[in-house]
């Protein structure tokens, strides 16, 4: 429920997932959300991809948004300026890597693991441990297996564990998440946490949420992140980014 408090505060900033709420099923902007983002970028509110993808799977949409402000990826493990300039960057320990690669063989799940130059899909260089990682993700649709790794891996005191769908497990340095990014994000632009939009689906997205003056979950998010939400808005599929920016930023 949307507080008269939280309608009061002036939008100053968007932070927006991609996969499940910028971006439909195709993984397209639509002209709806193109539309709305543009209006809101011409009053002066800034714009930021706030995603677990990796810079190189984010630069062509923040070119169709024409965005000029940041771009934080990896869950919060790098920050970029639209620029190209990385502004920080959050190690995830390769030992902390090669454990949950043991972990991946044991269990014979799918993977995936973000170095800081390349994004390694069911396969891992030989020298694991002379690499720099930002993130690892298990994916499987055997709930026992994924929920058990979660549970496990969670216990870990150096890590922070979330999932960006139902049957993946992302896992960042502790600490490293799109919360505490967008932290340092508004220190730079000058702008506070209470005058933040943020949108998301997935438990990676709950942090910023629940930080944020106008957390708002998707219509097809996880049950938890509606909970955390201030408001609900429509699924991606109908254009429920365009629909938060109209209420939250222009009070339609």
């Known amino acids: 429920m949307v507080t008269s408090t939280t309608t009061s505060k002036q939008v100053k900033l968007i932070a927006l997932d991609m996969d499940g709420t910028l971006l439909n099923d195709k993984l397209e902007v639509t002209k709806t959300n193109l539309e709305a983002i543009t209006k809101a970028q011409e009053i002066g509110v800034d714009v930021v991809l706030c995603t677990g993808r990796s810079l190189i799977a984010c630069v062509d949409y923040a070119k169709q948004l024409k965005l000029t402000s940041y771009i934080i990826t990896g869950n919060g493990s790098e920050i970029w300026h639209t620029s190209g300039e990385l502004i920080e960057r959050n190690i995830l320990k390769s ?109 990676n997205d709950i942090a910023m949420i629940r930080e944020a003056g106008f957390g708002v979950a998707m219509g097809n998010a996880q049950p938890t992140v509606k909970k955390a939400a201030n408001w609900v808005t429509s699924t991606n599929n109908e254009d429920g980014v365009a629909h938060a920016i109209d209420r939250f930023v222009f009070k339609k």
């Not at 969670?154 to 998440?177: F, M, P």
């Open 95 to 203: 030992e902390l890597v090669d454990m949950m690669w043991n972990l991946k063989e044991k269990h014979q799940t799918n993977h995936w693991a973000a170095s800081v130059d390349k994004v390694w899909r069911n396969e891992m260089p030989k020298e694991l441990l002379t690499y720099e990682w930002l993130k690892f993700g298990f994916e499987t649709k055997d709930d026992k297996v994924r929920e058990m790794l979660f549970d496990l891996l969670s216990q870990n005191q150096e890590l922070e564990v979330s999932n960006s769908s139902l049957t993946n497990i992302e896992i960042n340095a502790a600490g490293v998440n799109k919360a505490v990014a967008l932290n340092t994000i508004c220190k730079n632009l000058n702008c506070e946490m209470g005058n933040v939009l943020t949108i998301g689906d997935s438990l």
